[in-house]
């Protein structure tokens, strides 16, 4: 009799304490929500956030890549977007283009007033930076997909891509943007070395900087140039112990600063006289996880955030030491892009662009995402 | 050299710990619910990262097999205290002073 009641026993003690931690679980979250979810009821619509923005030659036009979110429904999460921003209006109104294409990464190639896309596939596409021209044409093909970044040289010849699997430089006509035709269907030349992590075009086009990881030696980064027509490679630099996730070069292409996976930072230099580049220390030079770093079009100030992402900081590059400080709260700046001289555009995890003005050091607009 | 203590403390005692357990449980996934869009960059548990992978970078999965999980911790909690009070008391103090710990480093980082 005992042992056909024991089991019964068992399961009911256990049934019971099931029930009963069901019950508390619940009511607890019911009282920590409370607290919580008021402010959560406004969250609950579609997250949006920039990812990257650029701007036409003459700053007046936005181009800002947009990703939606939404944790309830995966396929939208992984949702991207391109918006038009008009900053001659006085409330610009966001106008969606290339809508069906889910780009990853975008470059801008201001000079012939075109945009570089990228999918999640590696299909590349061009499309103008003129409102009326909606068109865009698919350029080729990136091996391997899944694109890191991307970005054109200053004469908009040619454009880079970073993935997973390497470097490819792609030849473009700088004329076509509509055809096939006239397009490119595979790279101009490619790397094929999954360690390069960042990389940063030199101003003068001819040449690129690659950062490049490896642990053979210890953990370590060769700062590798790179030549853009032949895809021939020297050594610039060796940071022991550093993992660079970013790179930055000067519109001078006399400095340039790297960016650890820490925040911290290391400034590179080198005279007008000499190609050879120089470490020059900055103290408590960093910046935040998102791994902002942004040269002014002169060349004199950089623009990081402090190590929570939640200030943006200006350095004066001449002076080597804090010039400007810019509170952005609540938000965390995931990235900044000088508009011109006076002028900077950041974005972070909240649906918005700021505009940032330099010579008052006030936040000059706040421009909403599309609902 | 044992410490005798009387059942209402030790009741006192399980029921503390408890609940610590799943309020700690239900405000550490609150603040996943939160931080859903950079939970990806920050997620520092490797499960959880595996988690996060798995539902394409959503919330969802992690949170309700956080929800199970605590539901079932709480049950075997309670079952082990009635059938041997010190060792589920004991149990119970343990899993409370790391989820403490969880908390503190929660609002800290």
Known sequence: MLNSQLPISIHSHLRRAFVESLFSTFLCAIVV???????????????????????????????????????????????????????????????????????????????????????????????????????????????????KSMACTQDGRKFIVLNHEGLFLWNVDSHAIDSHANGVASPHWSHLDGEIVCFALNPDSDTAVLGRFSESNGKQTDLVEV???????????????????????????????????SGEMMLLQRTSDSEAWEHRSIPGLCTGTSNVACFSPDSSLLITTDRYSRRLVAWNLDQKEICNKFETNPTIVVGCSFLNEDQFLSWGVDPALRVWNLSNNTLERKIQLSP | MMINLTPNILSCLFSVSWWLVIVVSVVDAYLLFLCRDVIGEYELNPAGKVLLMIANGGVWLFLLLKFLGTVLVCTCLLVMYRKNPRLGITIAMVIACFQFGLLIFLYCA
């Open chain 1, 227 to 261: 030549n853009i027509q032949t895809g021939e490679t020297k050594m610039l630099f060796v940071k022991k112990g550093w993992r660079m996730v970013r790179l930055a070069i000067s519109s001078n292409g006399r400095s340039m600063v790297g960016v650890e996976d």
């Open chain 1, 33 to 147: 929500g409370i607290v919580f979810l008021p402010d959560e009821m406004e969250r609950s619509r579609p997250l949006k956030r920039v990812q990257f923005c650029t701007h036409s030659i003459d700053g007046k036009v936005l181009f800002a890549l947009v990703a939606s979110m939404n944790m309830w429904d995966a396929a939208e999460k992984n949702s991207n977007h391109l918006e038009r921003y008009d900053l001659s209006k006085k409330v610009p109104f966001p106008q969606a283009i290339c809508e069906k294409l889910n780009p990853q990464c975008a470059a801008v190639d201001a000079r012939n007033g075109r945009l570089f896309l990228i999918d999640m596939l590696g299909r590349l596409y061009a499309t103008g930076l003129d409102s009326s021209i909606s068109t865009h044409a698919f350029h080729g093909q990136v091996p391997g997909g899944r694109p």
